[in-house]
């Protein structure tokens, strides 16, 4: 499969103030785009026929790092694009609320526990909100650099990015105001609840 650089779900601009147009620039049109570059160069003489994810699956199983982080960093941060929105939602999915409920007793100590697991993550890498089909309930979890939960049997729901090149230009070093500004103004409960598994 060829593929290609998505569109964002927003315009350059739309995340102002929280994110700038530079940032977005940068970030998806240089940082992305240079992932991709260098996925379709290590797959160049590979099987053109298996999906984002079976390529991120079996590289990570066969140890292949040129291959798996390239490719996870294109999934990874396709899934970010979308864990935010230009109109920032409550939760609204009845589902999607009483997992929070369940799990974390309220959606202020879940958003504590993400700007944790955000703020927390030493050096590159990305904060997760999952969902654990064993345990039935949602999780807080953090990987670093392509690290993904798609090679765990968790069920990725939204992503904070962590790598400096998310937020350096606008913030600095100062990633808990960037975490801040995601939480607070820009986080897709929406989009959050659509990958809940049925």
């Known amino acids: 499969m060829d593929f290609t650089l998505p ?4 315009a350059m601009d739309a995340l102002e103030p ?10 998806y049109g240089k940082h992305h785009a240079g992932y991709l570059t260098k996925l379709e160069a290590a797959l160049a003489n590979e099987d ?15 140890q292949n790092a040129a291959v798996f982080n390239s490719a996870a960093q294109v999934w990874n941060h396709t899934f970010y694009w979308h864990s935010m929105s230009a109109k920032p939602t409550e939760p ?29 993550q030493f050096g590159s890498g990305w904060a997760w909100l999952v ?10 979890t953090s990987t670093s650099d392509a690290e993904t939960p798609l090679t ?11 790598w400096e090149h998310a937020y ?5 070093q100062d990633r808990p105001g960037y975490v801040d500004g995601f939480l607070d103004k ?13």
Do not use: C, M
């Open 152 to 162: 765990s049997d968790l069920v990725p729901l939204l992503t904070i990015d962590v």
């Open 18 to 27: 929280v994110i700038s147009r530079r940032t977005l620039e940068h970030h």
């Open 48 to 62: 053109k026929s298996k999906s984002l994810e079976e390529i991120i699956s079996q590289s990570y199983q066969q």
């Open 131 to 140: 969902y654990s089909p064993g345990d039935k309930a949602l999780k807080v």
């Open 92 to 120: 609204s999915d009845e589902r999607l609320k009483s997992l929070i409920e369940a799990s974390f007793g309220s959606l202020d100590t879940l958003k504590e526990k993400l700007k944790a697991s955000a703020t927390g």
């Open 186 to 198: 820009l986080i897709n409960w929406d989009f959050a609840a659509a990958n809940l598994p049925a």
């Open 7 to 10: 569109e964002l779900p927003y």
């Open 168 to 172: 350096y230009l606008d913030y600095q």
